[in-house]
């Protein structure tokens, strides 16, 4: 049984936090509700704008981004029909609740000198589709009902992709879990994962069993910002060639989130 209740933010890198913010909120109509050093990463912002009391789209910057070089077709599609690489954001599609709705954001969008292509009917939904800032490929789309799963499985695209009968079920109603209660531990670096990577050398190993720590420190902060020590919200984070060290780091915290 599916117990994922939704989106709640989907982080996206930028070397330019400002004109991210400034396009999602002029262009898109949302709103900043939240810019704070990122927690248990060195010299890293965090930035979230609203798309409803439970979901965000966040970004993520330091100095180090904007030195990383940008491949049309690799790091980025460009485009909503355009390839890029292997577990990378092809696109991004937000929702909207109806035709007059999604008409209403094609012309927000073009009055502030968005290009927009679309409307395009594709049969479960009615999209639109134009580009945000740093190549992002992004997509604002409604549906009038459920996607019938029985009309949109395409029966020869599933035997492309391999999948037998028996998966297919599966696939189409997931297994229930027994609550463990959070007792589960943590599996170390020899489990089958997927692992996340791009630690220094031997950190990773060396820091997967603990389980994680509390992001806040215990006492209460009155004053809205200060340095303040806390422990890391994951071991990774601490240690050689992290910017960090130990168990803890040295970062700015809002008071108001304690």
Not at 20 to 47: C, P, R, S
Not at 64 to 79: C, D, F, M, R, S
Not at 164 to 178: G, P, W
Request: hydrophobic content about 40%.
């Amino acid at each position: 049984m599916n117990k994922i209740g939704g989106l709640h933010h989907l982080a996206i890198a930028t070397a330019d936090m400002k004109s991210q913010i400034e396009f999602f909120t002029d262009k898109l109509g949302m709103e900043l509700v939240a810019l704070y050093w990122m927690h248990g990463v060195a010299n890293t912002w965090h930035g979230f704008l609203r798309l409803n009391d439970e979901s965000s789209i966040a970004f993520v910057h330091n100095g180090e981004i904007g030195k990383i070089p940008v491949n049309l077709g690799q790091t980025h599609a460009g485009n909503p029909g355009a390839n890029c690489a292997k577990g990378t954001m092809q696109h991004l599609a937000f929702k909207v609740a109806d035709d007059a709705e999604l008409m209403a954001m094609r012309d927000r969008l073009r009055s502030k000198g968005v290009p927009v292509v679309g409307p395009k009917d594709h049969g479960f939904c009615t999209s639109i589709y134009f580009a945000g800032p740093e190549n992002l490929s992004l997509e604002l789309s409604y549906s009038t009902a459920a996607i019938n799963a029985e009309a949109w499985i395409d029966p020869e695209v599933v035997a492309i992709a391999g999948i037998s009968a028996d998966e297919l079920a599966r696939y189409k109603s997931s297994s229930d879990y027994t609550n463990q209660g959070g007792d589960v531990r943590q599996p170390d670096a020899s489990a089958p994962g997927p692992h996340m990577t791009n630690y220094p050398d031997g950190l990773y190993t060396k820091s997967s069993p603990p389980q994680m720590k509390p992001c806040w420190p215990r006492r209460k902060i009155n004053r809205p910002w200060l340095f303040e020590f806390a422990p890391c919200c994951a071991a990774p984070f601490s240690g050689a060639g992290s910017g960090l060290s130990g168990s803890r780091s040295l970062r700015r915290l809002p008071g108001r989130l304690l």
